[in-house]
Nanobody, 124 residues
Framework: QVQLVESGGGLVQSGGSLRLSCAAS????????MGWFRQAPGKEREFVAA????????YYTDSVKGRFTISRDNAKNTVSLQMNSLKPEDTAVYYC?????????????????WGQGTQVTVSS
């Protein structure tokens, strides 16, 4: 069992930055690929970024490449998402996710554990 708790969301102006953090419980954190997903009102949950178990590989959806950076600290059981140059279309609830399957945490259907979500609102 893994419990995920996100923090760091909020309201920011277009062009601003936010850093999301996710704290994981349990001693098996390093056995999970981790990801961030988001869901805007009236839309399906979508993949944003993922990182491999040892942090050596990262993956991003095209719309955030060059603006967002995912990182993890296995010693502290945390995963973070640094979001720069934010746009109004980045407004959504952001979810931390853990995937225990081989490969990366890029598919909603493959996620084993979800956080409760944190709201990110970008004003124009």
């Amino acid at each position: 069992q893994v419990q995920l708790v996100e923090s760091g969301g909020g309201l920011v102006q277009s062009g601003g930055s936010l850093r999301l953090s996710c704290a994981a419980s349990g001693r098996t954190f390093s056995s999970y690929a981790m990801g961030w997903f988001r869901q805007a009102p009236g839309k399906e949950r979508e993949f944003v970024a993922a990182i491999s178990r040892n942090g050596g590989n990262t993956y991003y959806t095209d719309s955030v490449k060059g603006r967002f950076t995912i990182s993890r600290d296995n010693a502290k059981n945390t995963v973070s998402l640094q979001m720069n140059s934010l746009k109004p279309e980045d407004t959504a609830v952001y979810y931390c996710a853990a995937d225990g399957r081989p490969g990366a945490a890029t598919l909603v259907a493959g996620i084993d554990y979800w956080g409760q979500g944190t709201q990110v609102t970008v004003s124009s």
